[in-house]
């Protein structure tokens, strides 16, 4: 197969350079000139890809080099532009910078090389002016498989800045400069947490979207950003088998609102296509569960700025403890693991009870309690596999429960956990009945065996 989409992926030198809100100004800035703009994120980010879709009005996909493997990264990439006029992909923190200091591996980098795609790299340039051509040249010799099409300054400081670091870039024989980006000019977006907080109309309106695809148009070359896309050589993969879609339907609760929204998109397509059907449900607005459910699924999010109101919704929250109760299957990620404690407790102390189907509080902390990949291994079958299997993910969650479940009697830890960084094993995974709870993130698409576990787990208990 041959996979010709024009394609840029937007990199930084470093996080915090800015290269979020110059991909999103050019995406909006491409749709509003009527073109078809597929985006994608580097890494396991549940929150830009929510801003690249609203400014682009189609769905933004994660491309995760470690959680997904080469073959379905091509794939997905293949996939999800079969009809786009082109591919604007956002790097995830520094352009090198992956598990380890010593390779590439599981890098922005890495994923350039893989879908060829030519880089624009976007340099902090305030305050130096000669200075710029050293950094772009390191990052243009350092790794030759890694194409860097183009630079971007922002943060400069005037037109006769950004005249100056155009002319060190040439100097040097490096004629890439693709603009620079006054101090001040890109809308600031709003943050929490790891990085952005989910985007919304209200976060993202169409007002913010014009700016930033004001501040691309006035500062760069709309036709030389194209030109760089269309540089990219044409992408060869291997043809994939496609999987028939399943006409029996069993119906998976998914809980979507402002508290829940942590989903990998073609995870959702993934179960989808093997037969569930998706029945979206809020546990901040519904007062009942949807009927006739055979599961349900609860991803992460951000339940502790919802506490109040969560545990407000006193008939959802007796809803689904009596459904994980009846013996359904109910599988729930990070902040859907929250919720299904006794409660969450904040930082100056104060309770908020919710389900509490899980015997313990989820206490909020200062700081990172988990951040980075993991691989779960089962003990015992699951929701999603049997013993012995094996599904990558990642976790990050600023809470911790208040006591040790791995003890309990009624609970027992189905996961062998190990950090892909420092190889530290825990357990983890808490599963009483059909329930399984666990601050991991998975991406099940990308590992059809628990795609099919999942789905099929669910068909048992219809089929009974």
Same mark, same amino acid.
Request: proline share 4%.
């Given at each position: ?19 979020t ?12 000139r ?8 580097v ?9 690249l ?35 604007i ?5 520094? =352009? ?24 624009? =790299? ?33 943060h /400069? ?26 101090k ?17 109309d ?15 148009e006035?500062?760069?070359s ?27 339907? /069993?119906?998976?609760?998914v ?9 990998y ?23 009942? =569960? ?12 951000y ?23 009846s013996?359904l299957?109910v ?18 102390g104060?309770?908020?009870?919710? *389900? ?6 989820a ?27 094996s ?43 059909? *329930? ?11 590992n ?17």
């Amino acid at each position: 197969m041959q996979v010709k989409c024009p394609r840029l992926l937007i990199a930084g030198t470093q996080s915090g350079v800015g290269k979020t809100s110059v991909t999103i100004g050019l995406v909006a800035l491409f749709k509003r000139r009527g073109l078809k703009v597929q985006t994608f994120k580097v890494g396991p980010d549940f929150l830009d890809p929510t801003y690249l879709k609203i400014a682009s009005g189609r769905t933004c996909y994660n491309l995760d080099a470690w959680m997904m493997g080469r073959n379905y990264v091509e794939h997905l990439f293949a996939k999800a532009t079969h009809d786009a006029d082109i591919a604007i992909i956002e790097g995830v923190m520094g =352009l090198f910078d992956g598990f380890s200091p010593e390779t590439s591996e599981g890098s922005t980098a890495q994923i350039a090389e893989w879908l060829q795609a030519p880089v624009a =790299l976007v340099v902090n340039a305030s305050g130096i002016s000669r200075s710029f051509a050293a950094i772009v040249k390191g990052f243009v010799e350092f790794e030759r498989g890694v194409k860097i099409a183009g630079v971007i300054a922002n943060h /400069v400081g005037s037109v006769n800045h950004t005249g100056l670091l155009a002319s060190s870039l040439a100097s040097i024989g490096l004629h890439r400069f693709m603009g620079g980006i006054k101090k001040g000019t890109l809308p600031t977006l709003p943050g929490r947490h790891l990085g952005l907080i989910s985007a919304n109309d209200e976060k993202l309106s169409a007002d913010k979207l014009n700016k930033l695809a004001n501040a691309i148009e006035e500062n760069l070359s709309i036709n030389d950003v194209m030109t760089k896309a269309k540089s990219a050589l044409p992408l060869q993969i291997s043809s994939r088998q496609k999987t028939g879609i399943t006409k029996q339907k /069993v119906r998976l609760g998914v809980a979507m609102d402002k508290a829940f929204s942590f989903y990998y998109p073609d995870s959702l397509e993934a179960l989808e296509q093997n037969g569930l059907q998706l029945v979206p449900f809020s546990p901040l607005n519904d007062s009942t =569960l949807p009927e006739n459910l055979d599961a349900i699924y609860i991803g992460g999010g951000y339940p502790e700025i919802y506490a109040e109101e969560l545990s407000s919704n006193f008939g959802m929250l007796n809803e689904v403890k009596e459904f994980a109760e009846s013996g359904l299957p109910v599988y729930a990620e990070c902040g859907g693991l929250m919720y299904m404690s006794k409660g969450i407790e904040t930082i100056d102390g104060k309770r908020y009870p919710l *389900t509490g189907f899980l015997p313990a509080w989820a206490k909020m902390q200062k700081r990172f309690q988990a951040l980075g990949y993991v691989e779960a291994s089962l003990n015992e079958s699951a929701i999603w596999g049997e013993a012995g299997s094996s599904v990558r993910g990642h976790m990050f969650h600023y809470s911790k429960l208040d006591r040790d479940l791995c003890d309990h009697p009624d609970w027992k830890p189905k996961y062998t956990v190990r950090k892909k960084r420092t190889g530290e094993m825990f357990s983890e995974g808490y599963s009483r009945g059909k *329930t399984l709870l666990s601050y991991m993130h998975l991406h099940f698409a990308s590992n059809p065996t628990a795609c099919k576990n999942f789905v099929k787990r669910c068909f048992e208990v219809k089929s009974t």
